[in-house]
């Protein structure tokens, strides 16, 4: 993706998570919609970086051994009913915010809040 091409995401009003492989750059590029509906989990255990819609798949068998529990996440829970950090129950897995796109390249994580976008009534014409 070219130092700009994140600005493909301020096109779509709708619900998604995606993920590309630059192969030249060797970086991987991902984005989250707007209003969070599609999540965004990842984790990077054991020397490796994973990703997925579900958190299920990130704490599965054999990439961790044990599910540790993230102590930080269960007050505001428990104060809010919502988890109101950027963590997860699980200690390591995050959650990637709202509207926010990352970049990951040999093992450097950067995630960037999407502020070119306005999200109008009026769809823009095709």
């Known amino acids: 993706m070219s130092s700009g091409g994140w600005i493909c995401c301020s096109a779509y009003v709708a619900c998604f998570t995606f993920v590309i492989w630059d192969r030249n750059k ?44 993230n102590a930080e996440a269960l007050k505001p829970y428990m104060t809010f009913q919502y988890p109101a950090i950027g963590g997860t129950f699980f200690k390591g897995v995050f959650k990637l915010p709202e509207g926010h796109y990352f970049t990951y390249r ?11 976008t306005s999200i109008s009534a009026n769809p823009p014409p095709s």
């Open 26 to 69: 060797q970086e991987l590029f991902g984005a989250r919609d707007h209003f969070g509906i599609k999540p965004f989990y990842y984790a990077k255990m054991n020397g490796t970086f994973m990703y997925a819609s579900e958190i299920k798949e990130p704490v599965a068998p054999p990439l961790i051994s044990s599910k540790e529990l």
């Open 106 to 116: 040999t093992a450097r994580w950067t995630s960037t809040p999407n502020t070119t």
